[in-house]
């Protein structure tokens, strides 16, 4: 099989196309054949080497869609659709960059779909982040104010419109103000320009702040954020878009303001339910959601998504398909 594969920490030409044997079929753990997959900024981090305990050389990828090529345990069925994401998955063992990979059991969900493979392929990860992120983490309620912060991103996208679908009012973040325009398309009711702070114009409209903060830049913007919300407000961060890991200085009883809350989401495949995304690809199918899918590669052209990822060229999720 083709597989791409991460030789040592670096630039994305580190990353490689091989040819390497198909992993071999064991107990507990299900063979796909993978037909896309999404990628993800944490993958960037780890080809840079800041994923704790990866080992290279490694194939890489979090997530995968594809068909079932062998199950020992009878479970799931040749051909069957799968969706595998997390668990280990290209840190602990090698993951999704390529023609085949070799999963545990736990992290492969299967569902029903005539959906193209490189729409599929934007989808677990993507989905499991946000639904994880607003229902579990954030909590959010139908007539709150949820204020996304990295609003263009992929995430911040589907999440803009799940939570207007929740029946939230919406206030998205981007450095871009060209991109203003594309965030009210895509539901947000307001949108700020990010130069780093924005809780002066987010209480010009909104006084007493927001309930909820989703913080995707992650801590370069993370105190600026709790200053956003009301008594009583959450902040989650789930995203680390600016690219740094560790805040250097911080006050909890300065910084967290008082009565407000900060919490993280890390969601594993635990968090997410075969039927919930089921659901969830229904309802893309049925157009009642639009995921915003900025470009869509060969795994030949790996090194080139990578370039382009981290760069900061993509409005919208990056697809890899076979």
Known sequence: ?????????GNPEVIEIQDMPVPAAKSGWVLIKIKAFGLNRSELFTRRGHSPGVVFPRIQGIECVGTVEEDL??????????AAIMGGMGREFDGGYAEYTLVPWQIVFPFESNLPWSI???IPEMFQTVSGSLTQALEVKKGETLLIRGGTSSIGMLSCQLAKHSGLTVISTTRNEA????????GADHVLIDNGTVTEELRALF?????KVLELIGIKTLKDSLKCIKPGGVVCMTGILGGEWTMEEFTPMGDIPSLGRLTVYMGEAT???????QDFIDAVENEKITLN??????????????TYMENNLATGKLVIEI
């Open 120 to 122: 599929l392929g934007a």
């Open 73 to 82: 345990s009878g479970t799931y069925s040749k051909g069957q659709k799968v």
């Open 179 to 186: 991109k203003k325009k594309f965030l009210i398309e895509n």
């Open 271 to 277: 968090n997410l339910r075969k039927e919930l995304l």
């Open 293 to 306: 899918i900025d470009k869509v590669f060969h795994l030949d052209h790996i090194v080139e998504a990578h």
């Open 207 to 211: 006084p007493e702040g927001v309930d």
């Open 1 to 9: 099989m083709k597989a791409a594969i991460t030789l040592r920490s």
